[in-house]
């Protein structure tokens, strides 16, 4: 787990009525809770009344009520989020007296991920085929770079005919027609995180010869003929059975 610092958020003066969140990992100054995939995050909101009068408190993710045992909502209330996941990005937390909802405090996550690139793929591509390669950068923060080598040279876009597209997501690599001489080879798709570093993948790329396309619906078609002439034919020969038997 990460550093064990506590943050107190809104600074109580002793007697108005307030809360306060204390997480693990620390709630920043901006009311941010810096956090990875698949970690924990543990809340817990403390009103400064004594047990009794209206201490109660609630606590909502994004605006919604979390359900809270009996025993975790008068005075001190803990909330844990186990694991962390991508959808808790941006995840706002909120922890307010029940009795009265201006008395409240927030933290909200920020999750952060590197993008998932690793290890090799084979591709295999027909001659005259479009070859199409594409490496997901989904990440936070973004990635801040994305680029294809061939052959751990620099992608000649013109050369190859290649074009590249990004939406933020992934980086797609195309090419119309894949052509042994010119495309054959290994891609790497290298990004780079300015949390996480250098990530990338590689694309063996294989281009084969043209294989001829069997024409498959004339083939089914004649398969089913096929069934039905049999089917009639033991019909019409169960008919003769039958009568044969009486
Ligand atoms: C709620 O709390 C605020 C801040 O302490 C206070 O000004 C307000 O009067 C309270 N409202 C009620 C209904 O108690
Ligand atoms: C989340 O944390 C990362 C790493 O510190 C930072 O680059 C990014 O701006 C933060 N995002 C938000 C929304 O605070
Ligand atoms: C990349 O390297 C492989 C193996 O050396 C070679 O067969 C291929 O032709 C090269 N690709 C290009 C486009 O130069």
Not at 76 to 98: E, K, W, Y
Request: glycine share 8%; hydrophobic share 40%.
């Amino acid at each position: 787990m990460g550093s064990y610092c506590f943050l107190v958020l809104a600074l109580c003066v002793a007697q108005t009525l307030c809360v306060t969140i204390e997480s693990v990992p620390g709630v920043d100054g901006n009311g941010v809770i810096l956090t990875e995939l698949e970690t924990t995050v543990s809340l817990v909101c403390r009103s400064n009344r004594s047990e009794g009068e209206g201490a109660e408190l609630v606590w909502l993710r994004n605006g919604a009520r979390v359900a809270l045992r009996e025993g975790n909502r008068k005075g001190q209330s803990a909330v844990c989020v186990m694991p962390v996941i991508h959808q808790d990005n941006g995840a706002t937390f909120t922890c307010r007296l029940s009795s009265n909802a201006t008395v409240e405090a927030s933290a909200t996550l920020n999750v952060t991920y590197p993008p998932m690139l690793s290890g090799s793929d084979d591709v295999w591509v027909e001659d005259d085929s479009p070859l199409v390669l594409h490496c997901d950068t989904f990440a936070n923060p973004p990635v801040s770079s994305v680029r294809w080598t061939l052959n751990d040279s620099a992608l000649d876009l013109l050369a190859g005919g290649f074009s590249v597209t990004d939406d933020g997501f992934a980086s797609r690599l195309s090419a119309d027609k894949a052509e042994r001489s010119k495309h054959e080879g290994l891609y790497r798709c290298i990004a780079d995180s300015p949390v996480y570093g250098i990530k990338s993948r590689d694309f063996l790329v294989t281009v084969t010869e043209k294989t001829l396309k069997f024409p498959l619906m004339p083939i089914i078609a004649g398969g089913v003929v096929v069934c039905l002439t049999v089917l009639l034919a033991i019909v019409s020969r169960w008919k003769k059975i039958i009568k044969c038997c009486k």
